[in-house]
Each structure stands twice: as structure tokens, then as C-alpha cells.
């Protein structure tokens, strides 16, 4: 019965039923999911960041945001073919990710947290008022994407994207994490000063670690834009960042499948509880406060203390191949 | 992987996958009507500090609707009405309405109230072709251009501002100045007011900013003097609007002061205001046409306060109000036959003057901004009272 559970039959019923759910759900389970599948792109890229670098850095909603406004404004003044658009939003995403982390590399802890917080609010505060680009606190609407010949139906052709997306994305980032790159990662977040004894280029690591979060979070935001349809300030707001956080304690700091079970449990979570109105708060933070409290390693480490095969070292082994 | 485990877990999967789609049950004749329901959806912000603006407006329709069903329905059909919480964000929204129209499969929606949410939210009621009353969002672009099935029963953005122009100049205002807040709600009313302005053919003699959430609005009031302003136009909300009345009265300047409808209430405000006579030139616009403790609303404040224990009787109920007996009418005049066709069009061609605004609401097929009556409130020997009332056109 444990077997049942282990990661690899989880992982291929997720995949199963996502492939299924645009065949058989009403377009509201279809939104559902596609949301789901981009937080999972969020909170993994995330996950790299904060979970493994031990970067505690608040920019994330920031650089989604960037992802979004580009590839929407793109579409909507170039019209630009939607795939284009989605990756000179990643593209951009990921040049500001790179210039978030030339300061931030030189910061640490709290300061790192004030400085992206501070970019975060900047950021935002250009999304509102750059009326004459981003349209002012009103946003704008992303002209309705075409998907033909393979569906007349532009949800469901964003929620085929944005599936293939994770598909390639998830293995992508297990694969960065369980090499050399990952190590560093995991070297810098224990000690800094260890790691550089041991040869780690820590300003390099810490800038890869930046840029790969920002292409996910850029990919997420272009994917955010063509599902919603609309671009505006609040989407990317700090209570955004509280979510994209919750979803990866919950879930499991330093897990790129924490990052997968946080994204769609929350998701999945909001939904449940919508009809509860007022319990939804109140639920959110008391999961939150159960989880740092009672499994502060998130869901994963129960599931890694349970279950077979949920564990995740740093190195391939055999069972991978 | 074993074949038997693969076989589960496809399996598994495809159970739940049927077992969602199962629950989302399949449409008949027309959706969200029985021979004796009529299911109609809100969608808006029912939780947080912004509640107000769609649980308590969605507490005064359901009055409404209640004291319909009381009296034996619309045509036999009791109206059901089901909420679902956009918390003013886009992607809520979206996944409010696709759940309002595709899980609990409404006959309409009735309800919308922050403008982005809404307009995240338009796409899908437009592709689906569900009637839509808004109750509270004020984005022009809701209803502007006019959409057969898209209706308003709120004064739209533009009006406000175009109302406070207008009753400045109606008022025999020669030198009429602004203070605004320029943040997302202030620039939504600030750019109607200077292109109402360009439109009169008139300038304002001064153009003043000051922060949502200020300590201080001395300077604000100096230069406000050095100009002369006989009439201020105030684009504010309450707390900043307090500040500029504080400051323009410690002053010793008393220009005639014209709110906008977050101070409304101005009894309320001047008490927040707390310097008796500071509000005594203030006159406020608002989308009701009476007070909340006016004797002509003591049939609803019992209503609604019977109805829902914890809420105290106020304008937004009023709005929801309006709003609910607007619908109502609809409703009747689409008859026994209700599809969401005829009710489009009875609402359409539709005039109905509601308990709690100054004017109808009256929808035309070129126009679906169907509420345009502001009515203004002002200190009357220290009570609040309605002062007068502008039809407001663009």
C-alpha cells in the first residue's frame, strides 16, 4: 500500500490527471488547474531560490509581474504572436532578475529582505503609475490569444502550454538541482564562508540562483497573462509574495516537489474553502502556523518520512535512471 | 513501474478526473431556471476591510429578493442567490464567475464590485452570454460601449466627476480649484474631472495634490488661498478629505468645498472632522438620493437589519437595494418564459424608480450606464440633508 503513494506514482497520477481534466471538466476545474500548474512554476522557481540558495528575497511577485506586463504589452501594442510575446517576457523577467542580484549579492539576510521588498514596492509602483506603458492602475487587456489549428479555445490551448511548460520545467530544475549548481546552492545556504573554502564561486552561484528563479517566475507571469486575460497592479502586489511563500513552507523549503504539492495543495485549498468566505483566512494562517510549528520541514517531509522514494539528494543515484 | 500500479494509478486519476466532471452537472433548457427556482449569482468582495462594497451591498439585493419571494416569487420561481468572493483581485474573479456560471450554473449575475475584478472577470459573461446587472463597479468600460447584455445600476466613474464640475459651475462658481489623492482611485476620477473641466471650457485655478493618508494639508490650503479658489473640488478619500477641511478652516479659509461621494455621508464626516462649522460649506455627492436614518429608507433599514442580525443599516445596502428592485422588474416584465434573451431585452427598454435613489434607473438600448441621477447631501442646521440633485450628462 505505501508503494501505492511513492513519488513516482503520485507524480505520474498528477501528470495523468491533469493531461485528463481539459477532456472532462467544465471551464471553471480547467481554470483551476491551469492556475494550479503555474503556481507550481512559481514556487519551484522559488523553491531555488529561498529553499536551496537560502536567499530570502521578496522580489519574486516583482519579477512575475515584469513576466506578465511584458509578454501582455506585447501582444496587445505589437501584437505580437502570444509565443513570442511569452518569451520576451521570460527574457526580460530574467535580465531584471540579473540586475536585482548585482546588488543583492553584496546583502544578506535582513538587508537582502529590505532591498528586495524596496524593489518589489518599486516595481509595483511603476506598474501603477507609468500610465502612459502600463496603463495605469486599471491594467489592460491581453487581446484573446489564437491557438488554431490545435483548439479553437484559447483556455484551453494556455492550459496545454503551461502544462508542457511544467513538464519540461519540474525534471529541469530536479535535474540543476542534483548537480554541480545545486550543491553550490545548498553549500551557500548552509555557510557562506564554508562554501567559498571549498571552492564554490559564490557570486556566481548566487547569480545563477537569481536568474534561473526570475526565468521561472517571467514564464509563470507570461502564462498568468494569456490565461487571466488581463493585466493589473494588484496581481502582483506583497500579498502575492505572502502566497508564493506560504506555497513553498507549506509545501517544503528545499523541495522542488514541496514546491509542486505546496502550489496545488493552496490552490486546490482557496477553492475548497471559498464557500467558507471568512475560514479562508483564518485557515491560510493557521496552516501556516501548523506547518512551522509541527512539520517545519512542509507536506514533503512527511511524505519523505513515510513514504517511499521521497526522498531527494543532491547527486543522482540508480533508481533515477 | 509495475503494469498493475500504472493500471491503478491511471485509473485513479481518470476517477477523479470523471468524478469533477460528474459534479459539474450538464445544462438544461435554460440554465439556472426550474419550474420554481431562478438562480442568480454575485460575484464581488465578500471577506477583508473592502466587504462592504460587495457583501453588505449583496445583503440589501437579497433583502429584496427575499421580500420578492415572500410574495410569492417572480412568476411561481422563488430567486436563489448565490455568492462567490473575487477579494477585488483579478485572478479571483476569474475564478469566481467561470464557477458561478459553469459549477453552480446561474441564470444571471448580479453583483460586481471592484472595477479590475470586474473587468477580469467580463470576458467569460461575454462569451457565455450571461446578463450581467453591475452593482457597484464603476470602470465606464463595463458598459461603455454598450454590450446587449451588460447593465449598470451605479454611477459610472466619469459621472461623478462630471456631476462635481457641473454643480460648481450650477452654483455659480467662478474660480474652481482641485485637491486630488493621484493614487489608483484618485487618477480613475482625476482624469474624468479635467476632461469635464475642458469640456466647460474652463480651467481650474489650481491643481492640488496631497497623499491618501496625509498629517498635513497646510501648504495645500495656502496655495489654495493664494489662488483665489471660490469652489474646491475634492477628489479624496474621508481621511485626507479631512485634513484639507481641518487645515483650509484652521486657515481662516472657507471656500464652498465639493466632495466626492467617500464623504458622503457628511454628517458622519464633519463628526470625523471633529472642528464644528469646519463642514458647514461642504456639499457631497452621492449615488443614493437619502440618507441611511431618513424616514423614507425605515421600511428597509428593518428589513435588512432583520434580515442579517450583525449589519447595521447604511448606503451600501441601499445601493444593493436599487440594484435588486431594478432586477426585479426585469424579471416580471420577462415573464413565465424566461431565458436569459428575454430578460436582456426587458432590461433594455427599462425605467423603474427605486426606494432608495433620487432618480430611475433607466436603461435604453443605447445607453446601459442606466443610474445617472447624483443627488448632493449637505449640512442643513446641523443635520444632513439632500441639497440637490444633477442629471448627469457627458
Not at chain 2, 51 to 77: L, P, S
Not at chain 2, 126 to 135: E, K, L, M, R
Request: proline share 4%; with cysteine; aromatic share 10%.
Amino acid at each position: 500500500m505505501r508503494r501505492l503513494f511513492s513519488r513516482r506514482n503520485v507524480v505520474a497520477a498528477g501528470l495523468v490527471f491533469f493531461a485528463v481534466l481539459p477532456f472532462v471538466a467544465n471551464p471553471y476545474v480547467i481554470f483551476i488547474g491551469n492556475l494550479a500548474l503555474m503556481y507550481i512554476l512559481l514556487s519551484v522557481g522559488l523553491n531555488m531560490l529561498l529553499g536551496y540558495a537560502g536567499q530570502l528575497a521578496f522580489a519574486h511577485a516583482a519579477l512575475f509581474g515584469v513576466g506578465a506586463y511584458t509578454t501582455g504589452l506585447l501582444k496587445l501594442e505589437l501584437d505580437l504572436h502570444y509565443g513570442l510575446a511569452l518569451v520576451a517576457g521570460v527574457g526580460l523577467a530574467t535580465v531584471t532578475g540579473l540586475a536585482v542580484a548585482m546588488p543583492a549579492l553584496r546583502l544578506r539576510g535582513l538587508y537582502l529582505a529590505l532591498a528586495t521588498v524596496a524593489f518589489a514596492q518599486a516595481t509595483l509602483w511603476v506598474f501603477t503609475h507609468w500610465n502612459s506603458v502600463t496603463y495605469g492602475g486599471a491594467g489592460f487587456r491581453v487581446p484573446p490569444l489564437d491557438f488554431e489549428p490545435f483548439t479553437p479555445r484559447p483556455d484551453i490551448g494556455v492550459y496545454a502550454l503551461t502544462y508542457v511548460i511544467v513538464l519540461a520545467s519540474v525534471p529541469l530544475g530536479w535535474n540543476l538541482l542534483r548537480s554541480r549548481v545545486g550543491r553550490a546552492w545548498v553549500a551557500i545556504r548552509e555557510s557562506e564562508v564554508a562554501a567559498e573554502s571549498l571552492g564554490i564561486d559564490i557570486t556566481r552561484y548566487k547569480a545563477i540562483a537569481y536568474v534561473v528563479s526570475a526565468m521561472y517566475a517571467g514564464t509563470a507571469g507570461g502564462l498568468f497573462a494569456g490565461m487571466l486575460g488581463i493585466v493589473t497592479p494588484e496581481s502582483f502586489d506583497l500579498f502575492q509574495v505572502i502566497v508564493h511563500f506560504c506555497m513553498v513552507i507549506v509545501g517544503g523549503l528545499g523541495s522542488i516537489w514541496g514546491g509542486v504539492i505546496g502550489a496545488v495543495g493552496l490552490v486546490g485549498l482557496q477553492e475548497v474553502l471559498r464557500a467558507f468566505r471568512h475560514l479562508q483566512e483564518i485557515a491560510f494562517g493557521g496552516l501556516i502556523l501548523f506547518t512551522v510549528l509541527v512539520i517545519p520541514g512542509g507536506a514533503v517531509s512527511l511524505l519523505k518520512r513515510y513514504l517511499p522514494g521521497w526522498k531527494e539528494p543532491l547527486r543522482r543515484t540508480e533508481h533515477d535512471e | 513501474m509495475k503494469l498493475s500500479q500504472l493500471t491503478a494509478t491511471v485509473g485513479a486519476a481518470a476517477l477523479a478526473a470523471t468524478w469533477i466532471s460528474i459534479a459539474a452537472a450538464p445544462a438544461r433548457a435554460e440554465t439556472g431556471v426550474t419550474d420554481d427556482t431562478i438562480k442568480i449569482g454575485a460575484l464581488g468582495v465578500l471577506t477583508g476591510p473592502n466587504a462592504k462594497f460587495g457583501d453588505t451591498i449583496y445583503n440589501g439585493v437579497e433583502a429584496v429578493y427575499r421580500q420578492a419571494n415572500a410574495a410569492g416569487g417572480i412568476h411561481g420561481r422563488m430567486i436563489e442567490y448565490v455568492r462567490e468572493d473575487d477579494r477585488c483581485q483579478a485572478a479571483e474573479a476569474v475564478g469566481a464567475v467561470k464557477k458561478l456560471i459553469h459549477q453552480h450554473q446561474v441564470f444571471m449575475i448580479h453583483g460586481g464590485a471592484c472595477s479590475n475584478a470586474s473587468l477580469a472577470a467580463k470576458p467569460e459573461i461575454v462569451a457565455v452570454g450571461v446578463p450581467w446587472v453591475i452593482t457597484a463597479s464603476t470602470a465606464s468600460s463595463l458598459t461603455d460601449p454598450v454590450h446587449p447584455r451588460i447593465f449598470t445600476t451605479m454611477l459610472a466613474g466619469w459621472m461623478e466627476s462630471y456631476a462635481q464640475v457641473q454643480y460648481a459651475i450650477d452654483q455659480g462658481m467662478k474660480r474652481i480649484a482641485i485637491v486630488a489623492q493621484h493614487d489608483n482611485w484618485g487618477r480613475s476620477r482625476y482624469d474624468p474631472l479635467i476632461e469635464a473641466f475642458k469640456r466647460q471650457g474652463i480651467e481650474p485655478v489650481a491643481d492640488e495634490e496631497i497623499a491618501p493618508d496625509p498629517s498635513d494639508g497646510t501648504p495645500q490650503a495656502l496655495r489654495l488661498q493664494a489662488a483665489q479658489a471660490d469652489a474646491v473640488i475634492l477628489i479624496l478619500f474621508p481621511k485626507a478629505a479631512a485634513v484639507v477641511l481641518r487645515d483650509t478652516y484652521k486657515i481662516g479659509y472657507r471656500p464652498f468645498l465639493i466632495g466626492g461621494s467617500t464623504v458622503g455621508d457628511v454628517g458622519v464626516f464633519a463628526s470625523n472632522v471633529g472642528i464644528p462649522g469646519a463642514a458647514d460649506k461642504l456639499h457631497a455627492v452621492s449615488t443614493i438620493g437619502y440618507t441611511a436614518d431618513d424616514p423614507a429608507m425605515a421600511e428597509w433599514k428593518a428589513k435588512v437589519e432583520a434580515a442579517f442580525p450583525n449589519d447595521t443599516f447604511n448606503i451600501y445596502h441601499m445601493f444593493g437595494i436599487a440594484s435588486g428592485q431594478f432586477v426585479v422588474e426585469a424579471l416580471r416584465r420577462a415573464g413565465r418564459d424566461l431565458t436569459r434573451e428575454s430578460v436582456s431585452q426587458a432590461m433594455t427598454d427599462l425605467s423603474v424608480q427605486t426606494d432608495p435613489y433620487a432618480g430611475p434607473i433607466t436603461c435604453t438600448p443605447t445607453n446601459h450606464q442606466c443610474h445617472n441621477t447624483a443627488a448632493w447631501f449637505g449640512l442643513v442646521d446641523g443635520v444632513t440633508n439632500r441639497v440637490g440633485v444633477t442629471a448627469v450628462t457627458r
